[in-house]
């Protein structure tokens, strides 16, 4: 079983604008993660780092300048950003896929006897 | 699944999931005391979303008293009310990156 968060929001930029806050590692450090490295080509690898210590890896599986860009996170979820531009700006639409919770199911049975399970990322349902 | 798809696609049903897990347990006038919101629409949206699994509901007495299902599907319900959260967050701090840099050329 995979989850979908998806949101779609039209910032008033050039697709050019908005692909770099999306590429350029300083920019992502703005609004995405608190340290980040990032290559933004196919293959490249990705390396986000939050405040709270949670780390996530990511292979760029896709990158087309402006249009596209998908990360392959390590944990086996997936996020794509697809930019287009229209009236007022640059549409952006995020789909964030979850890792397949039904193959984890084993994991989660493990898990299920104690009250918080470590490195858990779901903080709101301790 | 579509109806937990469908249970959570509204911000207010994610935000009440979130509110019954950081309570363990939770009814709707407990809810509707902290909300902008009467205790029966409370209670209807805490209806759906034990209609879609999300909620495990028990009466006691007059009160129908809510929980979060367990794993795997409180999981999941996490997953969506987590980053559906964090990507709302994420957004608006694009928004604001992308503002100042243009202010800056």
Aim: with cysteine; glycine share 8%.
């Amino acid at each position: 079983m995979e989850l979908h968060v998806e949101r779609d929001v039209v910032f008033p930029a050039e697709p050019d604008e908005v692909w770099e806050a999306l590429t350029d590692p300083e920019r992502l450090e703005e609004w995405f993660a608190t340290e980040v490295e990032l290559d933004a080509r196919p293959g490249g690898e990705g390396i986000f780092r939050w405040g709270d210590g949670e780390e996530r890896r990511a292979v760029v599986r896709e990158a087309e300048p402006e249009e596209r860009l998908v990360l392959d996170w390590e944990d086996g979820g997936e996020v794509v950003l697809e930019l287009e531009e229209v009236d007022g700006g640059t549409l952006v639409r995020v789909t964030e896929t979850s890792p397949d919770f039904a193959a984890a199911l084993e994991l989660h049975a493990l898990a299920w006897a104690r009250p918080r399970c470590a490195g858990t990322r779901y903080r709101s349902f301790a | 699944m579509d109806a937990v798809f469908d249970a959570l696609g509204d911000p207010g049903r994610r935000a009440l999931v979130a509110s019954v897990a950081d309570r363990g347990t939770a009814t709707a006038t407990e809810l509707a005391a902290e909300l902008p919101v009467t205790r029966q629409a409370v209670a209807k949206q805490l209806g759906a979303l034990a209609d879609a699994g999300l909620l495990r509901a028990t009466r006691i007495g007059r009160e129908t008293r809510y929980a979060v299902t367990p794993r795997p599907l409180g999981d999941a319900a996490a997953w969506l009310v987590e980053m559906g959260g964090r990507w709302d967050d994420r957004l608006a701090a694009l928004g604001r990156s992308l503002a100042r840099a243009r202010a800056a050329r």
